[in-house]
């Protein structure tokens, strides 16, 4: 079984440059991840493992979607780092 987020996996997860990129391009909407690579100028297989970074905190969610797999913001990863300001 995962173990759940910590407040300082949220924040080693978007200390990233991309990582913290991949979230903007996702504030709008779901993408797959080859759109996330072009905007990014990096490679498919780099931009997984962002994404799979991302996923494991709980800040990202994958779905299915035909032969896709569309990933979108998922705010309840910030969950430790808001129970961590409020203190």
């Known amino acids: 079984m995962a ?5 300082s996996d949220a924040f080693n ?3 990233e440059p991309q990582r913290r990129r991949i979230l ?3 504030k709008g909407r779901e993408r797959p ?3 996330l690579a072009r905007a990014l100028r990096i490679t498919q297989p780099r931009t997984s493992k962002h ?4 996923r494991e905190v709980g800040l990202v969610r994958v779905r299915e979607a035909g032969q896709q797999r ?3 913001l998922d ?3 910030l969950q430790p780092v808001h129970e961590w300001v409020i203190g």
């Open 3 to 7: 173990r759940a987020a910590t407040t």
């Open 13 to 15: 997860a978007v200390a």
């Open 24 to 26: 903007a391009l996702l």
């Open 33 to 35: 991840v080859n759109e």
């Open 51 to 54: 994404l799979r970074v991302l």
């Open 70 to 72: 569309l990933y979108g």
């Open 75 to 77: 705010a309840r990863g």
